[in-house]
C-alpha cells in the first residue's frame, strides 16, 4: 500500500471520529450539546498537532526515537509551577483563577526554560545528546521532588485543585484558550513548515547535514524552541500529555515507509487526531467517565514504550 | 587552492592540533597520514567547518571560510566522515539524491535528477540503485556514500578514512575511482589514510602530522623515503621498488 492511501485512509478515519464524536445521540441540541463538544475536539485536534510535531522534530534533532520532549522536565516544571502559585498566592489568586493569565504564564515560564537548557547545552556543540537526556531527567526529578514537598505541606482543599491540574483532561477546556492557542500554532508550523527538507538531511546525521550546506546549529535551536513552545501549549490546554507523543510519532514510522517530514508530520498529526478524539470517545461513551484519557494513554503508551525498547536492544 | 593557516585546536588543555599551516594543490590527490592521535581527522573537521578551530584560518581559493555561507560552502567542498550511522531507511538512490540539496534544498528538477544518474552510474550502483543501504556490504555503502558526494559537485572532496573496514578489493576500487575523479574530472581529493602504501601508490602529495603538527609535507616521492617515515613513525622502514610503485614494508621493522 502506497504512503498516499495510508494518508487518505488515515484521514478518513480521523473525520469518522470527529464525527461520531460530535453527532452520536446528539438528539437534536444544537445549541447546547453540540458547541461544547465542538471546543473539546477543536483542543483535542490542537493538542494532538502540537505534541505530534513537537515529538517528531525534537526526535529528528536528538537522532533518538524514543525520546520525548518531556525529557526536557516541561511537565514537571508545568506542575512545579501551577502547585507553587497555588501555595504561595492562593487558589483563589488571578494566575489560578484566570485561565488566560495562567495558560500565558505557563507558556512563558516554560519557553524561557527552555531557552536556558538550550544556553547550557548546545552552546558548547561537544556536548554529546546523553548530556542533555541527563540534565533533563534531573532537572525533572527536581522539579517533581519539589512539587512533591510542597504538596504534602499543602492545605487539602488547595490540593485538591492542583490535583485536578496533574492529569491531562479535555473535559473543562476554555474556549477561549482554544483560540488562542490555534493562532500560535498556526503560525509556528506555518514557520516551521518550510524546514522539512532541511529536518530531512539532519535524519542523516550531524556531520553529513552541515557537509550538505545545512546551518545545523541555528536549525537545531529553532526546531528547539519550536517543540518546547509546542509542548507548552499543549500542556498549558489540557496537561501533562507529552507521553502520547511518543506512540504518534513511532506509529508514524512504523505506518510510513517515506523518510520525508512533510510525510511523517502530517502521518502522525492525523494518528494523534484518531487516537485523542478515539480514545475520548472510548473514555465517555465505554468507561462513562470512570477513568480519564490520560491514563488510557500512558497504559498503552507504556506498553508501547517497552516493546520499542525489546525491539531496539534486539537490533542491535 | 585550499590554504591552512595556523590552525590549532585544543581539548581542554591539550593541544590536538597545532598552528597547523598546510597548502592544498587544486586538481591533486592530498594524503594526510600520521600516527593514531596525530590531529589528521581534527585537522579535516576543522579545514571542513564540521568542527570550530580555536585559532587560525582556512581559505578556500582564497576566500575565508567565515566569510562563506554553509550553503555556499557546501557547493565548494564536501566531507565524508567515517562513520555514517543513520535513523532511517534509504534506498542508494534517495541517498544520493541528498548530495542534490545544497542546489535544490529537496526539490529535484531534472538537472539533478542527471546528476544523481551520473554518480550512480560512475559508482558503478546502477543495477542496485533501489536497494536499501542496510541490505548493502561496506564496499557498497562506501560507494554509495561516495556517490552521494559526487553529485554534491565539489570542486573539492575531503575523505576522513574511507577505507575503514573494508577489505583489499574494495579499498583499492574506492582508491582507483577517487584517482578518476582527480584525472577525469578535475576535482581535488584531501584524504586521512592509515596505510601508507595506499598512500604511496595513489596520491601525488602527502602531509604527515605528528603529536598535532605537520612534521612532512611535500611530494609523495619526497615522504617516502626511509629517513623521512622514521621521523614520521618512529620505525626503520625498507622501501621497495615494484612495478613503479614504491611500498614501504613495514610489517616485521
Known amino acids: ?316 | 587552492m585550499i590554504q591552512v593557516r595556523e590552525l590549532t585546536k585544543l581539548y581542554g588543555k591539550k593541544q590536538v592540533v597545532e598552528n597547523v599551516s598546510v597548502d592544498i594543490q587544486r586538481g591533486q590527490i592530498t594524503s594526510f597520514i600520521g600516527p593514531n592521535g596525530a590531529g589528521k581527522s581534527t585537522l579535516l573537521s576543522m579545514v571542513s567547518r564540521l568542527l570550530d578551530a580555536d585559532t587560525g584560518e582556512v581559505l578556500i581559493d582564497s576566500t575565508n571560510t567565515k566569510k562563506l555561507k554553509s550553503n555556499e560552502f557546501s557547493k565548494r567542498v564536501s566531507i565524508l566522515k567515517q562513520s555514517n550511522y543513520m535513523n532511517v531507511r534509504l534506498t542508494i538512490r534517495e541517498l544520493v539524491s541528498f548530495g542534490r540539496f545544497p542546489y535544490s534544498k529537496g526539490r529535484l528538477n531534472d538537472e539533478d535528477e542527471k546528476m544523481v544518474d551520473q554518480s550512480i552510474d560512475y559508482m558503478d550502483l546502477k543495477e542496485m540503485e533501489n536497494s536499501y543501504l542496510d541490505e548493502l556490504s561496506g564496499g557498497q555503502r562506501q560507494r554509495a556514500f561516495i556517490a552521494m558526494v559526487i553529485a554534491q559537485d565539489t570542486d573539492y572532496i575531503l575523505l576522513d578514512e574511507p577505507l575503514n573496514n573494508l577489505d583489499m578489493k574494495h579499498s583499492v576500487q574506492i582508491m582507483k575511482i577517487l584517482r578518476r575523479l582527480v584525472d577525469e574530472l578535475g576535482k581535488t581529493v584531501v584524504i586521512v589514510l592509515h596505510d601508507i602504501n595506499f598512500a604511496s601508490v595513489y596520491s601525488d602529495r602527502i602531509v604527515a602530522l605528528k603529536n598535532g603538527r605537520v612534521v612532512k609535507d611535500g611530494t609523495t616521492e619526497e615522504i617516502i623515503q626511509s629517513a623521512a617515515l622514521k621521523e614520521i613513525y618512529d620505525m626503520d622502514i625498507p622501501i621497495q621498488q615494484m612495478n613503479n610503485c614504491r611500498i614501504c614494508v613495514y610489517f616485521n621493522s
Not at chain 1, 495510508?6 to 469518522?16: F, P, R, T
Not at chain 1, 529528528?60 to 518531556?70: C, K
Not at chain 1, 545545512?214 to 513552545?229: E, G, P, R, T
Open chain 1, 1 to 316: 500500500m502506497r504512503d498516499l492511501h495510508k494518508m487518505l485512509i488515515l484521514v478518513g478515519l480521523a473525520l469518522a471520529a470527529c464525527g461520531v464524536y460530535l453527532f452520536q445521540d446528539l438528539n437534536g441540541s444544537f445549541d447546547y450539546a453540540l458547541p461544547r463538544r465542538g471546543v473539546k475536539v477543536f483542543a483535542m485536534v490542537l493538542t494532538g498537532v502540537a505534541i505530534a510535531y513537537a515529538t517528531v522534530v525534537f526526535q529528528t534533532i536528538t537522532h533518538n526515537r524514543i525520546l520525548t520532549p518531556s525529557i526536557m522536565g516541561l511537565d514537571s516544571l508545568y506542575m512545579l509551577l501551577q502547585t507553587l502559585l497555588i501555595f504561595f498566592l492562593g487558589s483563589d489568586h488571578i494566575t489560578i483563577v484566570n485561565k488566560q493569565v495562567n495558560f500565558l504564564l505557563s507558556i512563558a515560564v516554560m519557553v524561557i526554560f527552555a531557552l536556558l537548557f538550550y544556553r547550557l547545552l548546545f552552546k558548547k556543540n561537544d556536548r554529546p545528546v546523553y548530556f542533555l537526556l541527563l540534565v533533563g531527567i534531573i532537572c525533572g526529578t527536581f522539579f517533581g521532588s519539589i512539587t512533591t514537598f510542597l504538596q504534602v505541606l499543602i492545605d487539602p482543599n488547595e490540593f485538591s485543585i492542583i490535583q485536578d491540574r496533574m492529569f491531562a483532561s479535555f473535559n473543562n477546556v476554555n474556549s477561549d484558550l482554544v483560540w488562542t492557542s490555534l493562532v500560535i500554532i498556526t503560525l509556528l508550523i506555518a514557520f516551521a513548515w518550510k524546514q522539512n527538507s532541511s529536518l530531512d538531511v539532519l535524519t542523516l546525521g550531524r556531520d553529513t547535514a552541515i557537509n550538505l550546506g545545512v546551518n545545523y546549529d541555528a536549525l537545531v535551536k529553532q526546531m528547539l524552541v519550536l517543540s518546547a513552545v509546542l509542548i507548552a501549549i499543549a500542556t498549558a490546554l489540557v496537561g501533562p500529555i507529552t507521553f502520547f507523543g511518543l506512540i504518534v510519532a513511532n506509529l508514524s514510522y512504523q505506518f510510513f515507509t517515506s523518510y520525508k517530514h512533510s510525510v511523517l508530520l502530517t502521518g502522525s498529526i492525523v494518528i494523534s487526531v484518531v487516537a485523542l478524539v478515539g480514545g475520548q470517545w472510548v473514555v465517555e461513551r465505554i468507561f462513562t467517565f470512570n477513568t480519564t484519557l490520560s491514563v488510557i494513554i500512558n497504559f498503552i503508551g507504556g506498553i508501547y514504550f517497552i516493546y520499542l525498547l525489546l525491539k531496539e536492544s534486539r537490533s542491535k
